[in-house]
């Protein structure tokens, strides 16, 4: 329980975010609580914040909580040492969507990024070096991933498959889009001379 971690590192202020609204509009006391369950663990969470000087409870809808999301999965992945620091997580946040920055990395060896995605589902192969680690996470990310011929696909949520590019592919393909979006645009649009 995180609030139990923040008590052994001696914090003392806490806000608590959390995507569930019963939990914390219960924990708030702005909602009754009456399943058995979460009425002992509304108990013990109250017995918990006594140790902290100041402490707030957050709704936030899943669908506002990617990060978190995102660094529960990243903590799934990696492997620490409880005995060895933790070094920092180094975080950028781009005002492109990072589709756009994506195409403009090379590829390493002159292999798409997903060779060893395509690799992995169509042969069940790993990369020569790969460490236990490594394995685990490739298989873990070839679950959302299917081959057609030589064409690798991801699918979404929704199961729809999206087609996996190089980046000379996706460049071609995003310069083609963005030229079908121009050609509907009036004649004197300014965006038409520089695609």
């Known amino acids: 329980m995180g609030i139990r971690a923040a008590i052994e590192w001696k914090i003392k202020v806490l806000e608590v975010f959390g ?18 369950k979460l009425i002992s663990y509304r108990k013990l969470v109250l017995e918990l914040i006594k140790e902290f000087e100041g402490i707030s409870f957050c ?18 992945m990696i492997k620490v040492n409880r005995h060895e620091d933790m070094k ?25 990024w997903y060779q060893d995605i395509l690799r ?3 042969n069940r192969e790993y990369p020569g ?10 298989r873990r990310l070839a679950i959302d991933y299917v081959v057609d011929g030589q064409i690798l696909y991801k699918r979404g ?15 071609k393909s995003w ?21």
Request: one cysteine or more; a negative charge.
């Open 59 to 76: 709704y936030l809808p899943r669908d506002e909580n990617q990060m978190a999301d995102a660094l529960a999965t990243l903590a799934f």
């Open 19 to 36: 995507d569930s609204a019963l939990v914390i509009y219960q924990l708030k006391g702005e909602w009754e609580t009456r399943d058995p």
């Open 129 to 138: 070096q790969a460490t236990e680690n490594e394995k685990r996470t490739l």
């Open 120 to 122: 992995y589902v169509k």
């Open 88 to 112: 920092p997580i180094q975080m950028s946040i781009y005002e492109d969507p990072t589709h756009c920055y994506n195409i403009e990395e090379g590829e390493i060896d002159d292999s798409p």
């Open 157 to 171: 949520k929704d199961q729809v498959l999206l087609r996996c590019m190089d980046a000379v592919e996706a460049k």
């Open 175 to 195: 310069r083609k889009s963005m030229r079908a979006s121009v050609e509907r645009m009036p004649a004197d649009s300014q965006w038409k001379d520089r695609l």
